[in-house]
Nanobody
C-alpha cells in the first residue's frame, strides 16, 4: 500500500516554471514505478510522464517532451514534475500515480492515486 499527496500546483504565467511534488507514504516506495497524469475539464485523464522504480528510465508524452522533467528521490519517498515553459493548454488537475512493476503510459495500470493538484497557466 502507498498513499500519495501532491503539492505545488497553482496559477502560473505561460513561459514561467512550476514544480509539482508528490509525497508517498508506506513502505517499499522504491519498488513502485511512478507516473504523472493530468485531466482538463471535459477531457479524459491523460498520461504526462513516468519514471521507473529506480529512477533510471523516464518516458514523456509528446506534448510535454523537452519542457517537463520527472524525477524521484527514493530516500525521501518523493517524485517531482518540473514544468518549464508551460502553455495554457497544460492547464489541468495533475495527479501522481504509483504501480508495482514496470512504468507504463496507461492510467489503468496504476493502482494508487493522489487527490490531484490544480495547475492553471495563464496567457
Amino acid at each position: 500500500q502507498v498513499q500519495l499527496v501532491e503539492s505545488g500546483g497553482g496559477l502560473v504565467q505561460a513561459g514561467d516554471s512550476l514544480r509539482l511534488s508528490c509525497a508517498a507514504s508506506g513502505r517499499t516506495f522504491s519498488g513502485y514505478a511512478m507516473g504523472w497524469f493530468r485531466q482538463a475539464p471535459g477531457k479524459e485523464r491523460e498520461f504526462v510522464a513516468s519514471i521507473s522504480s529506480g529512477g533510471g528510465r523516464t518516458y514523456y508524452a509528446d506534448s510535454v517532451k523537452g519542457r517537463f522533467t520527472i524525477s524521484r528521490d527514493n530516500a525521501k519517498n518523493a517524485v517531482n514534475l518540473q514544468m518549464n515553459s508551460p502553455h495554457p493548454a497544460d492547464t489541468a488537475v495533475y495527479y501522481c500515480a504509483a504501480r508495482l512493476g514496470e512504468m507504463q503510459m496507461s492510467r489503468y495500470g496504476y493502482g494508487y492515486w493522489g487527490q490531484g493538484t490544480q495547475v492553471t497557466v495563464s496567457s
